[in-house]
């Protein structure tokens, strides 16, 4: 799908630039470029309704000048993400398959709405990097049940599990955290080290009202789903029901908002300021510390204690 959208979008540029140019000039630039760049519009729109939606929130403003660089950052990746490493490069960097030794469990990397496995590439390069495995899923039906993902995450685990005889960390980027959560819930006796989500809409967001579609409903700001799944996770584990998570949320998501929708009680949750939806999964701050988490998870209490 995203293969067909971006080379359907260059064809028509190219196509509207043929049929205009010797007309109007001015008229074919302009078509060009809102068809290249009118995303940026879209993001605009949704950064303007998440500045409002934020005023009653608790976290901290953005302020314009952050809400502006947000803007830019998800100017600048969403083209990379969506038009680039989606489309073409998802079965890049394969998952791995070998059992190797070592005290660093595995990586489950869950991808959120509209995306696949090619959103993580930055993140999977650097886990090559430091001999660290892991595996991934692809969601689909794109548009499906929530619950349907259930056993992709199954499968998921146990190869991650398989590869290190470890409980994996699981890191999820938006609708992926409630993925995990849909399948802790479905299967509460796997055991996983950690959970860490990165702009996962775990109460809803406000843009949810807008969507007809299975899971985007499901992801509607104190939905029905949501609740059930809330209420689910508490018969299971009455106390510290989020203690194994870590929410990383901003209070620019132009996603997910009003910002503290990001957030679980409980939760180690860790605020990135500043920080768009999409950029956010790419923060410095948030892969350098996920994955101190992961290199942490061998090493002993006092060890991590000293830290």
């Known amino acids: 799908m995203q293969q067909a959208l971006v080379l359907g979008t260059l064809v028509f540029v190219v196509a509207w630039v043929f049929f205009w140019w010797p007309r109007s000039p001015t008229v074919a630039v302009v078509g060009a470029l809102l068809s290249l760049g009118g995303y940026a519009l879209v993001l605009a729109l949704e950064g303007l309704a998440a500045a409002r939606l934020n005023r009653g929130d608790a976290a901290p403003p953005a302020g314009w000048p952050g809400l ?3 803007w830019w950052q998800e100017v600048r990746v969403a083209p990379q993400v969506f038009a680039w490493r989606q489309p ?42 430091q001999g660290v495995p892991y595996v991934s899923v692809n969601l689909e039906p794109v548009f499906g049940d929530i619950d349907d993902y259930v056993p992709l995450m199954s499968d998921a685990v146990r190869r991650a599990q398989a590869l290190t005889g470890r409980p994996p960390v699981l890191v999820c980027h938006s609708m992926g955290g409630l993925v995990a959560r849909a399948w802790r819930a479905a299967e509460p006796g796997t055991p996983v080290h950690q959970v860490i989500t990165i702009g996962s809409p775990h109460r809803g967001t406000w843009l949810g009202r807008f969507s007809r579609v299975a899971n985007g409903r499901q992801m509607r700001q104190d939905g029905h ?11 299971i584990q009455p106390q510290d029901t989020y203690a194994d998570f870590v929410c990383w949320y901003s209070n620019a998501d132009n ?53």
């Open 68 to 70: 502006a660089g947000a």
């Open 88 to 129: 073409f490069f998802w079965a890049s960097l394969p998952d791995d398959v070998d059992p190797r030794e070592g005290p660093v469990p595995a990586v489950v990397f869950v991808h959120g709405f509209v995306c696949n496995r090619g959103l993580w590439l930055p993140w999977m390069r650097r886990l090559r990097s």
């Open 225 to 235: 789903w949501l609740a059930a799944l809330a209420r689910r996770e508490a018969q």
């Open 255 to 307: 996603i997910v908002f009003p910002a503290s929708t990001a957030t679980l009680p409980g939760a180690d949750n860790r605020l990135v300021s500043g920080a768009a939806h999409v950029a956010l999964a790419f923060h410095p701050r948030v892969m350098d510390e996920s994955l101190a988490i992961v290199a942490s998870a061998g090493r002993s209490p006092s060890e991590r204690t000293a830290l």
